[in-house]
């Protein structure tokens, strides 16, 4: 009954020995991707960089005991980052104490939300959701993310992102008072990412840029020269606290956490079942939710941010040689060291590196050329990717999404009811 409800646990009790060297290699190889990634998606969500590295701990623990997926690197993603901050901030000021409140309790409500679904097994549902949809939305939202980076970038101040145009305008407005250091900073590891990851197989490039590029800014002091750096980062590991939401936050924050919840899952279960394919393995679609479900409510008992199954980190686990979820595991104990002895060592890390880290992580999502074989091969599918595109990068995040969804849904139901309209007349 227990490796019932925990697929992961059964995974370990049966471990062999021979696995031990692919998962150490790659728990290990995750990790260095890991913390500056954690840092960076915490930047994007409003948060301090310390919560991000805790959203890499007891999250990923969880999962890898609860989740179905051998591989599935949970913790901070890029997009759900960016809609919590999205949802938060349009009302609650942006650095203050409230704001930081209600995206801890986000966490729990987006768990509470996948959790239920799980148990109800309500997996069935996101069959009706067309891929389209969701790869119009992701590319839109990374072009938001890369928008939202270049202020970091180019060491300017800007307001917030409201939509495209109007941000992009702003970005012109403000080129004048870039600071050169910065600039020199961001390009430069912008540059440097691209060559080692032209150059070698291994994901190392966002460590080694972070080292790189911390040294440099400590040598020369350029945080006197108004380089942006991170700072100091607190030692040790968070302590658990559940808080329970009123009703009235519950209701306030319903509408984003229903977004995080349906995109957190479905950019995680897309991963999931490409690599169960390869594997040739079944994913229980309903197991996922309740591993992903517990994995976000254990977020927010760490005092943390909404998590999902992220796309690179999980594809590196993969081709890194992991066999099982002890690679997971592995993965979470050297955040733990990190978070116990190494923080202060990031304390020069310049935030323009961050915004490189994020821009090239993020363009990896941006996915236009699909447009010209779906409108060849799926006129249909071609307008649910254009129009979700759009809507999200004109619009909002939240319109974009229900727009797209529910386009998805009117139309796996015009072609449900005229198959069976056909059929029936056909029998």
């Known amino acids: 009954m227990i490796f019932r409800l925990m697929p992961g646990l059964k995974r370990i009790y049966h471990y062999k020995k ?15 991707l890991f913390i500056p990634q954690s840092m960076a998606y915490a930047i994007i969500a409003g948060v301090p960089l310390v919560i991000g590295l805790y959203a890499a701990t007891l999250p990923l623990i969880v999962y890898a005991l609860f989740g179905s997926s051998k591989y599935l690197s949970i913790g901070p993603v890029s997009i759900v980052s960016l809609l919590a901050f999205s949802g938060i901030s349009s009302f609650a ?4 104490s409230y704001f930081l409140e209600l995206i801890l309790l986000l966490g729990l409500i987006v768990g509470s939300i996948h959790l239920i679904m799980g148990l109800l097994k309500t997996g ?20 938001i993310i890369a928008l939202n980076q270049i202020k970091s970038l180019l060491g300017v101040s800007l307001p917030p992102y409201n939509d495209f145009f109007s941000y992009t305008l702003e970005i012109i407005k403000k080129l004048h ?14 540059c440097m990412l691209i060559i080692i990851k032209k150059t070698t197989s291994m994901s190392l490039g966002p460590l080694i840029v972070v080292i790189i ?20 980062i607190p030692k040790g590991l968070p302590e658990l606290s559940l808080n329970i939401p009123t009703l009235d936050i519950i209701q306030l924050l319903l509408p984003i956490a229903f977004t995080i919840a349906f995109i957190s899952f479905l950019e995680s279960y897309a991963v999931v079942k490409t690599l169960a394919a390869r594997d040739k393995e079944q994913i229980n ?3 996922e939710l309740v591993g992903l479900g517990l994995a976000n409510i254990s977020s927010s008992l760490v005092g943390s941010i909404p998590v999902a199954g992220a796309i690179s980190r999980t594809a590196v686990n ?3 040689g992991a066999k099982t979820n002890l690679s997971l595991l592995i993965t979470a104990a050297c955040i733990i060291i990190t978070l116990l002895f190494l923080t202060p060592l990031f304390h020069y890390l310049p935030k323009a590196t961050l915004a490189a880290i994020i821009i090239l992580a993020v363009s990896n999502l941006i996915n236009l050329k699909e447009i010209t074989l779906l409108l060849r091969t799926s006129p249909i599918n071609a307008v649910l990717l254009i ?17 797209g969804i529910g386009l998805s849904i009117f139309i796996n139901m015009i072609r449900r009811t005229l198959f069976y309209t056909v059929d029936k007349n056909y029998k």
């Open 177 to 190: 008072e870039t600071n050169p250091y910065t600039i020199l900073i961001g390009i430069g590891s912008i």
């Open 387 to 403: 129009s979700t595109f759009l809507a999200t990068l004109l619009l909002n995040v939240f319109w974009g999404l229900l727009i």
């Open 93 to 96: 000021q942006p650095d203050s």
């Open 18 to 32: 021979s696995y031990i060297t692919g998962d150490l290699t790659a728990g290990i190889i995750v990790a260095i």
């Open 285 to 287: 679609t309903n197991q």
């Open 213 to 232: 590029y911390t040294l440099f800014v400590n040598f020369y002091a350029l945080q006197k020269k108004g380089v942006d750096i991170v700072g100091e």
């Open 124 to 143: 069935y549902f996101f069959d009706y959701i067309s891929p389209a949809v969701i790869s119009g939305f992701t590319s839109a939202v990374a072009i």
């Open 318 to 320: 993969y081709q890194s």
